[in-house]
């Protein structure tokens, strides 16, 4: 069992920049593959990223490939998202989820409540 929390959402104006962190409970984060997805108002949710349980491996959705980044700290049980050269079409509910899957597709089991980021034109 694996609960997540992210934090680190808020307003923000076109081109600017945010952090989001996600932090696990659990002995056991360094053996899941950590993911970020996001759901706008009257849309599905939609794959962000994802990083493979060493961080070894990234994957990213090509609307936000080369200005969004994914890490973890497995020895702080976080995983971060970092986001540039934001635009209004990033805003949304940002979700972090974790999948015990070893390599992809991941298949996301756990799930943190999600943190709003608005981003204004």
């Known amino acids: 069992q694996v609960q997540l929390v992210e934090s680190g959402g808020g307003l923000v104006q076109a081109g600017g920049s945010l952090r989001l962190s996600c932090a696990a409970s659990?002995?056991?984060?360094?053996?899941?593959?950590m993911g970020w997805f996001r759901q706008a108002p009257g849309k599905e949710r939609e794959f962000v990223a994802a990083?493979?349980?060493?961080?070894?491996?990234?994957y990213y959705a090509d609307s936000v490939k080369g200005r969004f980044t994914i890490s973890r700290d497995n020895a702080k049980n976080t995983v971060y998202l970092q986001m540039n050269s934001l635009k209004p079409e990033d805003t949304a509910v940002y979700y972090c989820?974790?999948?015990?899957?070893?390599?992809?597709?991941?298949?996301?089991?756990?799930w943190g409540q999600g943190t709003q980021v608005t981003v204004s034109s």
């Open positions: 989820a974790a999948s015990p899957d070893y390599d992809p597709p991941y298949e996301f089991d756990y």
């Open positions: 990083i493979s349980w060493s961080g070894g491996n990234t």
């Open positions: 659990g002995r056991t984060f360094s053996s899941y593959a």
